[in-house]
């Protein structure tokens, strides 16, 4: 069944294998949900709750997500294209072996989150972010722009790091993962 233009306010979220175009929701409750077989698609979400849901080889086009929490969710092998998360917190999040094509965070929280082994990264943005403890170890990060983020004790490969935009600060702390002890 399709749903297209419609909007759902401050309803916990009980429906199964629709598609949603062009809706808004807001303040909807999607927490501990299985949404793997709904399709959303230039759909706006205002302070949802996806909390430990599960989003696994999800594809999401055209989406906003804004001041919405992401915690525990299972996003993995997921595909994300031209989709913005602004003010959202994805803490302990699982997006491991997904597409992202032109994905913008803003001001987001994804500490501790796993970025492991994305197949493409393209032309996704990171807008002053906190990926404190973050794993991106097997994706390659060449061209994004970790320059306006808190990447503290953040976890990559070495050969990964290859064309990473970062700070000379930013950089002292990835020369840790080399091993280097910088001295003054």
Request: overall charge negative; some cysteine.
């Given at each position: 069944?399709?749903?297209i233009?419609?909007?759902f306010e401050k309803i916990i979220f009980e429906e199964t294998d629709n598609d949603y175009i062009e809706c808004r929701f807001k303040n909807v409750d999607f927490s501990k949900y299985d949404l793997s077989n709904i399709y959303f698609e230039k759909c706006k979400f205002i302070n949802c709750d996806f909390s430990n849901?599960?989003?696994s080889k999800y594809i999401s086009k055209s989406n906003e997500y804004?001041?919405?929490?992401?915690?525990?969710?299972?996003?993995m092998e997921s595909h994300l294209e031209n989709v913005s998360f602004k003010e959202c917190t994805l803490k302990y999040s699982n997006l491991s072996e997904s597409i992202f094509n032109k994905v913008i965070f803003n001001d987001c929280d994804m500490s501790e989150s796993n970025f492991i082994s994305l197949e493409k990264i393209n032309k996704t943005t990171f807008n002053n972010c906190k990926l404190v403890r973050t794993d991106f170890r097997e994706t390659k990060l060449d061209t994004i722009d970790f320059s306006t983020c808190d990447i503290s004790g953040i976890m990559v490969n070495?050969?990964?790091?290859?064309?990473?935009?970062v700070t000379s600060y930013q950089a002292i702390i990835l020369s840790t993962i080399l091993g280097?002890?910088?001295k003054d």
């Amino acid at each position: 069944m399709k749903c297209i233009n419609k909007t759902f306010e401050k309803i916990i979220f009980e429906e199964t294998d629709n598609d949603y175009i062009e809706c808004r929701f807001k303040n909807v409750d999607f927490s501990k949900y299985d949404l793997s077989n709904i399709y959303f698609e230039k759909c706006k979400f205002i302070n949802c709750d996806f909390s430990n849901s599960v989003y696994s080889k999800y594809i999401s086009k055209s989406n906003e997500y804004m001041n919405s929490k992401f915690i525990g969710t299972n996003m993995m092998e997921s595909h994300l294209e031209n989709v913005s998360f602004k003010e959202c917190t994805l803490k302990y999040s699982n997006l491991s072996e997904s597409i992202f094509n032109k994905v913008i965070f803003n001001d987001c929280d994804m500490s501790e989150s796993n970025f492991i082994s994305l197949e493409k990264i393209n032309k996704t943005t990171f807008n002053n972010c906190k990926l404190v403890r973050t794993d991106f170890r097997e994706t390659k990060l060449d061209t994004i722009d970790f320059s306006t983020c808190d990447i503290s004790g953040i976890m990559v490969n070495i050969e990964d790091l290859r064309g990473l935009i970062v700070t000379s600060y930013q950089a002292i702390i990835l020369s840790t993962i080399l091993g280097l002890k910088i001295k003054d």
